[in-house]
């Protein structure tokens, strides 16, 4: 049988404040990880329970559910320019408003908790586990298994938390089973826990104040075909999903808790998940993969065969939404669902210094302890370095990165105005702007964007022994220059240092027409006269800088607007 939680009223305190971020430095990064500082201003206004359009005014729920998915490691949001959306310090802050309010909360979350492209493995497992920890302290009940989970090294992943402690959220995937030889362990034998259940079960029912409602937990046909695909060394399988919800049917009738709510947390595709809610109208609610990053803002709705409807919900991406179940009671003592989307915006920064910030919201020590690891293990030495395109393209040269200061005798006014530049600080603002987390500097997946080759051979390494290369220098763009400083003239060596550059003669407009296609809305710009190498030139260099200006680290970037800005014309 099912363990059952109880899940309170309960009013945190102190009651959650209204914070503004502050943050001006360029840069960003392109990995998923925590944002790189965010400062509330020095005056705060209380959060209430936000205005949903079609709830009641008059009544409060009788349960509220928080549904999330699909994070991909993003603990805080990625990049550094306003406006931002997500992170676990703002989604703590909406929950608790709504406790506040005095609505009895639980959450649970689909899964893909992990990042799909991390690039140290001890770091993706530190992501899961201060992941799992912040959700507990939010009051999350039940998690499902994903694709970024089952290929990354499960047993692993389990090991980080469920094997240390039978605790919620629980987690739910009730047809995945364990392989040997090929052939599939069922899921008590293969994922046995340390308590009465094991380590991955199918359901859970937790009482939200007066509601018992259950969660489940499965894997649709195409989620298990894609982990399947890619061989045996995931050491998981799948029995069938109609399998397991048929044994959870069973289960949750035979409870005594008789859920009034029944929530499936289904890892599969909107069309799977209509014909699951066809076929099983015992769950009014299906949460199921978005295959868009924005989510749709109202469910998708299914009549089953008993003329019930299913609400099927997608939440979106990296945790920059999350979605709200509200039950009311009707007359007949019958639940009314309403949804509603909530985009965890910049009201829901915790205010204050940032000792006074991490006693009001947990998942700032989280966060905090999160980032002291990442250092003390030295992670970012981890990152593997492979070769640059130019050194990929021309291994006989042995290009090297040297630093913006070797370019400063024959690039002076150019030097000067990358010295003045946000580029020429961009690590000090890991150094001293980032403080939720702070230590960012110690971060491979920040350093990235705010230094030169990070990540590729005989690029940044460190503070100590690279420190030439700190900052968004030169050879960001332009690529290893060491060719170029010892063969200035050489038209081969020279032209590689503009690898954007299709034609000899491409340039970029001049600052005066930049200027005026700044002034213009983007569907206007066509009114300034523009050559085709131009028209290439624009397109291919602002193609370089969305490698880190990319619409989550820099959502406002446009290229003729921050030209100005660092603006250097070079010697022809």
């Known amino acids: 049988m099912p363990t059952v939680q109880k899940i309170p009223y309960r009013v945190p305190v102190p009651a959650i404040l209204l914070g503004v971020a502050l943050i001006t430095v360029l840069g960003g990064v392109g990995a998923a990880i925590p944002q790189a500082g965010e400062q509330p201003p020095a005056k705060a206004v209380l959060v209430a329970a936000p205005e949903f359009a079609g709830w009641p005014k008059d009544q409060k729920p009788e349960a509220v559910v928080i549904i999330s998915g699909q994070t991909y490691g993003y603990l805080q949001p990625c990049g550094c320019s306003r406006p931002q959306l997500g992170g676990l310090e703002r989604r703590a802050n909406f929950i608790a408003s709504l406790k506040a309010a005095g609505w009895p909360v639980a959450a649970v979350d689909l899964g893909d908790i992990l990042p799909t492209a991390g ?12 992941t799992m920890n912040a959700l507990r302290e939010m ?16 047993f692993r992943i389990l090991g980080e938390y469920a094997v240390k402690k039978e605790q919620p959220p629980i987690i739910l995937s009730g047809n995945t089973a364990g392989v040997n030889a090929g052939r599939l362990i069922p899921r008590k034998d293969a994922f046995a826990g340390i308590g009465n259940r094991p380590m991955i079960d199918l359901t859970e029912i937790v009482d939200v104040g007066t509601v018992p409602v259950s969660v489940t937990g499965v894997v649709g046909l195409s989620v298990a075909k894609a982990v399947g695909a890619l061989g045996p060394d995931t050491l998981v399988g799948f029995f069938g999903d109609r399998e397991s919800l048929q044994t959870a049917d069973k289960e949750l009738a035979a409870s005594p808790r008789k859920p009034q709510l029944n929530i499936l947390l289904f890892q599969g595709t909107l069309a799977e998940a209509q014909v699951v809610a066809k076929g099983w109208p015992s769950f009014q609610v299906i949460v199921c993969l978005s295959t868009d990053s924005e989510p749709p803002e109202a469910p998708t709705i299914v009549a089953g065969a008993n003329g019930q409807k299913t609400q099927i919900i997608q939440v979106g991406h990296k945790g920059r939404y999350v979605g709200v179940l509200g039950a009311f009671k009707t ?17 829901y920064l915790t205010p204050g210094d940032e000792a006074v910030a991490r006693t009001t919201n947990a998942m700032l020590p989280l966060l905090e302890e999160y980032a002291s690891r990442v250092k003390s293990r030295n992670l970012m030495g981890k990152f593997p370095q492979g070769p640059h395109p130019t050194q990929a393209k021309n291994p006989t040269l042995n290009l090297s990165f040297v630093g913006s200061d070797k370019c400063m005798s024959c690039h002076a006014a150019e030097y000067a105005v990358w010295k003045q530049s946000g580029h020429g600080h961009a690590m ?87 200027e005026k296609l700044a002034k213009l809305p983007l569907g206007e710009r066509s009114q300034i006269s523009v050559t085709a190498g131009e028209k290439r030139m624009l397109q291919s260099v602002s193609q370089t800088c969305s490698s880190c200006h990319d619409t989550e680290n820099d959502p406002n970037f446009d290229l003729v607007k921050y030209w100005p800005k660092i603006h250097h014309a070079a010697k022809k």
């Open 119 to 130: 690039v140290v493995p001890e770091q993706v497992l530190m992501k899961y586990t201060t």
């Open 139 to 154: 009051g999350y009940v039940a998690v499902g298994l994903g694709t970024a989970e089952f290929t990354n090294w499960i």
């Open 331 to 347: 007359a007949d003592g019958k639940l009314d669902l309403k949804y509603h989307v909530e985009p965890l915006g910049e009201k």
């Open 428 to 514: 000090e603002a890991l150094e001293t702007v980032a403080k939720r987390p702070s230590l960012r500097n110690f971060d491979g997946e920040c350093v990235v964007c705010h230094s030169v080759g990070f990540g590729f051979k005989t690029g940044y390494r460190d503070a100590i022994t690279t420190a030439h290369l700190q900052h968004v220098g030169c050879e960001s763009c332009h690529g290893p220059g060491a060719g170029h400083v010892a063969n200035p003239k050489d038209a081969k060596l020279l032209s590689l240092q503009s690898p954007w550059r299709q034609e000899p003669s491409d340039r970029l407009p001049n600052l005066e027409t930049m």
